[in-house]
């Protein structure tokens, strides 16, 4: 009855999300900080509105956005922006666009494992480049492959936070036999983005989400910056009403408030740097992260009883273990707090 | 650079969606009434947790909405049930969850134009088979075709508001070789649902939104009733979190208020009820509806016409033209006032 290549998965697991209040959430990279303000008033005043479709385009988001990364960047204008229910829709859309059955992704590891996830659903076979001990990419990621119609590189990645600089991308796109996809979930955590790669490159597309740097990872609302003739067939695959009435007027409001978005980036890099030297004093190693979380390994104890022992006492981080690589925890930056009690248990641990 | 299919594709038409407020706009089935005041509470309360991941599962939406079934049906527990970003998601899950590239998807004609799309962006293969003239389906629809993955059946249907009875949608899935997905986005205004076919037959899966009758269009919300082990394969194929933490709060909140949904639809059924006698009155040839709109055609106007006609004077309903088919007027039913405009209107154009 269904697809072979359905039933075979094991499905995507995402991490922990207990529904109660407690627990020192530091396992899916949210933001410590509640939202901007202005996103609870958009919220109130879209609510009559819900009777009626919403605009199929998200076009009050996408002219905001096109003057928001137009200071960043190149002029942008609307018609470069894709929006979509999380970047994980954006993700989903741009895969069924390029990839058909039996055609190749090709993706680093250890990365976002959605990538793997979405290539089994589209029944694509997957090239999988392991990251150099450095989080370095090889050669591998750029080598030839006719079949191959799309590659997917998270920068900042994740679990590592490691942001590969734009000259580096532009390099890997302009050997890439096929579309790159750059997905900037952290980039407003970095110090660096890839977003001027798109004018250059009609192959390069950026993903970005408003889960993490914008404190909104329960309104699902992600958006790709792409040239307007690849908007054009994307938009063929997404649902026409992909994005809700609340989350686009929620959306427009927080990418309107920069002025929260940069003091909110400070306090979390602020936070993400205190983090690492502490961890490092416990003896951690830790990777120097661009990102809202760090990735750190220790020499001797287990990683797994670690996340164990954090999870008994009430904080929860994410332990991941990659085949043929290694295991790690990967920590989401929180308020000093957070970090404060995360610290001071770890320091009894190890 | 795309895959072919997508290239050749036209993409999805969505209706008419004009932003501003003065348009009396009968075309997308939207209610005309709005939703229960529960919904803004709710989604008040729910903002300050958008920081956080929404609940990947829906489980409150799926506990209230199972103890809401349950007393219109056989017991329904919430592992019986998927939620969706919008019923075109629970659609978009289902077709790449059976349905592989060069197989075989069957629907009617004319129907939700959706099914198209979806089998087009799958790469799949289409048999559509026209309904007789009045509006029954013939043996086509039942016939065995190996390469067959899945059926779409809109039930009531749309454009013509005409709803098959339980009985008979049984004996089309039994005939059936593939699994039937009974699209039941209009079945609250409808007197019978297939609902008690899906504990019969593991094949049968019925979806519903909350756009129509639960006057929330805007928020994207739509469901899936089926046997547990066909939602656990359903549940891989959707993206993790793909329904937003507001728009569970609101479906949560809609679909415990079965107070309203009660008087909502009376009001509607009572509107459609007057909005029939008056068109059949103007000489429209008006197909019986069980849905929140009628089907009519003209024996002597021109369809576009009228459509453009109506137009001009602020008010918009749905013109649709069918290959080989023909054309006609959707018009959704409106309040009173709506209803009394669109037919003063029509009396001085037929």
New interface residues.
Partial sequence: ???P???R????Q??E?P?GTKVV?LN?N??????SPK??EA??A???????????HATAFRMRAADVLSQQSDAITPDWILCG??S??IL?IVT??????GQVVRYATPSYV?YQ?LAE?Q?AAQEIVPYESDWSLGFEFTAPDERLRLAYLANPNSPSGVCLAPGEVAAIADMLP??LLVDEAYADFADTNCLDLVRSN??VMVSRTL?KSY??????FGYLVAQPQVIE?L???K?????????IA?ATAAIDDQAWLEENVNRVRAGRERLMGGLEGLGFAVTPSQANFVWVTHPRVGHDQLYLSLKERGVLVRYLSYPNWGDGLRITVGDDAQIDTLLAMLGEMV
Wanted: hydrophobic share 30%; proline share 9%.
């Fill in positions: 009855m269904f697809r290549e359905i039933e998965m094991r499905g995507y995402p991490g999300q529904r959430k899916t949210e933001n410590p900080y509640p939202a996103v609870a919220v109130a879209a609510v009559p509105s819900l009777r009626r479709y919403p605009d199929p229910n999380g994980d829709d989903t069924r666009t390029f990839v058909g059955e959605l996830t659903i029944g096929c579309p009609e192959r889960s404190a909104l990872a329960g309104l699902r067939q938009g063929k695959v649902d026409s009403y992909n994005c809700d009435a609340l989350s929620a």
